[in-house]
């Protein structure tokens, strides 16, 4: 294990003073092979320790075919940090990004950055700065890796259906990691986020929650639900994290973007 002083992830993205946002990262060496450039598809981690707080933190980012959220936490201490994410797509030996949410800097909602990366033995490597993250999986096992949007909801016995306009509740989810987050494109508000590790078997989908803006007292907690795939439709049903009966469709982005012609 070595440590590297660089610019932090989410200074290289949001564009902060790096005098002031310096962080400390860990990572391990990892011999040379090769992969697909385009083979960015799963779930992301590193660590970094706060220079102000000696804090670890934890960035967990989600990959799936055209959409990306990266959280900030640390599990022990139930600290949230904080959250980012939207679109992606290659450009020749770039990722471009796009923010569709941003809590540590709202006025890049809308804007793109491109990164130039590579990847080896399962280390994607951000360039020049020489930033590693370390795979969690690739999309598997877990049967729900997909970006989703809500689009029913059960109101009074009665599955109500809408589309998704600017205000968003969007889950996304790679092999053994989710996270749902609310948030408004036009106004570049956020609402909230939470997340965690999961799995599906037998019609049940478990969440543990590791991280969640909102109420930390809810961290550790692990939630089941009933799921099933209905004509590409994720249909979740249960009891929420306050306890109250929830019976939602959720949508695949990519399917919506069909939908609208993108």
């Not at 670890?56 to 201490?77: K, M």
Request: charged share 25%.
């Amino acid at each position: 294990m070595r440590d590297i002083l660089l610019i932090g992830f989410i200074t290289l993205l949001i564009g902060c003073d790096p005098a002031k946002e310096l962080v400390r990262y860990e990572y391990e060496d990892h011999g040379e092979s090769s992969q697909p450039l385009n083979e960015l598809l799963g779930s992301w981690e590193t660590t970094f320790i706060n220079d102000s707080t000696g804090i670890e933190i934890a960035a967990v980012a989600i990959v799936t075919d055209g959409y990306f959220s990266d959280a900030w936490y640390n599990l022990e201490e139930k600290v949230f940090v904080g959250t980012f994410g939207g679109s992606w797509k290659l450009e020749e030996n770039e990722v471009a990004l796009t923010f569709e949410f941003n809590t540590i800097d709202s006025t890049q909602v809308g804007k793109t950055v491109s990164r130039d990366y590579k990847i080896e033995n399962d280390v994607i490597t951000f360039l020049p700065q020489n930033e590693k993250w370390t795979r969690i999986d690739n999309g598997t096992p877990g049967a729900l890796a997909n970006a989703w949007l809500i689009t029913g909801r059960m109101r009074n016995g009665k599955m109500s259906s809408f589309s998704p306009g600017v205000r968003k509740t969007m889950k996304i989810l790679s092999g053994t990691r989710f996270q749902w987050i609310a948030y408004n494109t036009a106004t570049s508000e956020f609402f909230g986020t939470g997340g965690g590790t999961y799995s599906t078997q037998d019609g049940k989908y478990i969440e543990n929650i590791e991280f969640f803006s909102r109420n930390a007292d809810r961290i550790g907690a692990s939630l089941e639900f009933n799921f099933k795939l209905n004509e590409g439709d994720w249909q979740h049903s249960g009891l929420s994290s306050r306890g109250d009966p929830i019976n939602e469709i959720w949508t695949p982005r990519t399917t919506l973007d069909k939908l609208e012609g993108k």
